[in-house]
């Protein structure tokens, strides 16, 4: 039986964050509404703004909302050029919010879907016939290893030159418990797996291939493809339907979920799922927009689809998810659309921010 009550944190972010959490809250209330089960939520401040309010990107008292919680759902963060400048390089919201986030609920499974269904088809650069029948790539990102969080130094070298170094550090196990949920995910779905590396030169991929063929006969019902890093960016654009799920350390993953968006017409369309052993948090995979917030112009679509991945992998509401993404897809194919991700077909119905989330929330309201 599902539990009946869930507490989320909610940190709402900078820029676009909290008018687009806004959204995702309506959305939630539905399914609260409809299914019974209670949200409790707790804000909190987390990024650059709590930086500027509290002096912390992410403030002890949003720690202990975090671990309190059952799972968080997290807005973008990041402030323009010039804010940013205005924080210690240690401190702004990226490296001294989202890192350690991620590494204290050491939320190593980044689910990245890259989801064109035909009603989101004319958002798509891609022309129809590489769209085909829609695309749907379950890209899974490792989170909490690779450069991110290798070994850094810096200094001046002997000839008096500065100097960086940054590594890119896995141990078996990082790579063990990823390539896990890969092939779990792979079973779930086409039972294709497509492994992205760069073993041609980096040594990290070797070790990375190598535990893959350890652990693949485990999963001897998932057929196994390999490509390499530069050529997947390339396939992705010409051919991105032979892609079912995606397994790929966290450089790689940055750079080709964004890559994603771009597929889809806007990173604006790219929800994200964090999934740590004890605790797991929900993103949009994009940032904080700050030249387009607070004039109701954003699509939620980012966060309301957190939203789904949250009921679905944190609290086993598989099918209220549904209903979300199904929900989604009615008001784009009512020919629905936001003034950021506009109509390249000329469509007529350009609303704003709030009433786009009314139109899902009401949607799933009336499933
Ligand atoms: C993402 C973002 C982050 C990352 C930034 C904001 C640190 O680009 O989630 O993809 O690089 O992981
Ligand atoms: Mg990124």
Redesign the pocket.
């Known amino acids: 039986m599902t539990k009946k009550s869930f507490t989320i944190a909610v940190l709402e972010g900078d820029g676009i964050g909290p008018e687009i959490t806004r959204e995702a809250v309506k959305v939630l209330k539905a399914v609260e509404q409809k299914s019974g089960v209670v949200f409790e939520l707790k804000y909190a401040p987390f990024g650059g703004q709590a930086y500027f309010d509290t002096g912390a990107s992410f403030p002890e008292e949003t720690k202990a909302l975090c671990d309190a919680a059952d799972a968080i759902l997290k807005g973008?963060?990041?402030l323009s050029h010039e804010q940013s400048k205005k924080i210690p390089v240690e401190e702004q919201?990226?490296?001294g919010g989202?890192?350690p986030l991620?590494r204290r609920y050491m939320t190593y499974a980044?689910f990245r879907p890259v989801y064109l269904p035909p009603e989101l088809a004319h958002f798509s650069p891609l022309k129809p016939r590489v769209i085909e029948g829609g695309i749907d790539i379950m890209m899974v990102?490792e989170?909490v290893g690779g450069l991110?969080f290798g070994g850094k130094e810096q200094g001046v070298n002997a000839q008096g030159r500065r100097y960086v170094k940054e590594s890119l550090d896995y141990d078996e196990d990082q790579i063990a418990r990823i390539m896990h949920v890969a092939f779990k995910e792979a079973r779930k779905r086409k039972k294709v797996l497509h492994n992205v590396h760069k073993s041609n030169v980096l040594m990290s991929s070797v070790l990375w291939n190598e535990i893959l063929e350890e652990i693949a006969p485990e999963y001897p019902d998932v057929e196994v493809r390999h490509v390499i890093v530069d050529a997947a960016a390339t396939l992705l654009c010409l051919k991105p339907t032979q892609f079912d799920v995606m397994v790929m350390e966290?450089m790689f993953?940055?750079i080709l979920?964004?890559l994603g968006g771009g597929l889809l017409g806007s990173l604006g369309l790219m929800p994200?799922a964090c999934i740590g052993e004890q605790k797991s948090y929900y993103?949009p995979?994009?940032?904080s927009a700050p030249d387009i917030a607070n004039q109701g112009i954003a699509n939620p679509y980012s966060m309301i689809g957190s939203v789904a991945l949250m009921l679905e992998k944190s609290f086993g509401m598989d099918e209220e998810a549904k209903a979300i993404w199904a929900a989604i897809r009615d008001v784009f194919g009512a020919g629905y659309t936001t003034p950021d991700l506009g109509d390249p077909e000329g469509g007529q119905h350009v609303i704003e921010t709030s009433a786009f989330g009314d139109r899902v929330a009401g949607a799933v309201l009336g499933a």
């Open positions: 973008p963060i990041g919201p990226e490296r989202l890192l991620r980044n990102r989170l991110y966290n993953g940055d979920s964004d994200s993103e995979s994009h940032g």
